[in-house]
Nanobody
Framework: QVQLVQSGGGLVQAGGSLRLSCTVSGNRFDVNDASWYRQAPGKERELVAIISRVGATVASPFQGRFTISMDNAKSTVYLQMDSLKPEDTGVYYC???????????WGQGSQVTVSS
């Protein structure tokens, strides 16, 4: 089995920065891609950014402010969030897609609150 553990998040003032981490552990896993989603209060979960060995893409609302990266040696994907805005508030989830053996898995979620 594999497990995902998220860390980071919290309360920050507008203009501040936060970094989220998502670490994969377990046996015989091979990550195909990793992504971050945000679920704002009362809204559906939306894609923030995605990364694979081919490259990385950040959704338009977050371009220029958010950066996704992956440390393969640590089996960890990061979301660096800069110039945060109150509208960035929500619960952020990582999602890992595997090449084989395992169905996609979601992290437990991290609350990000940006105050004005």
């Amino acid at each position: 089995q594999v497990q995902l553990v998220q860390s980071g998040g919290g309360l920050v003032q507008a203009g501040g920065s936060l970094r989220l981490s998502c670490t994969v552990s377990g046996n015989r896993f091979d990550v195909n891609d990793a992504s971050w989603y945000r679920q704002a209060p009362g809204k559906e979960r939306e894609l923030v950014a995605i990364i694979s060995r081919v490259g990385a893409t950040v959704a338009s609302p977050f371009q220029g402010r958010f950066t996704i990266s992956m440390d393969n040696a640590k089996s960890t994907v990061y979301l660096q969030m800069d110039s945060l805005k109150p509208e960035d508030t929500g619960v952020y989830y990582c999602k890992i897609e595997f090449k084989r053996f395992y169905a996609p898995k979601w992290g437990q979620g991290s609350q990000v609150t940006v105050s004005s």
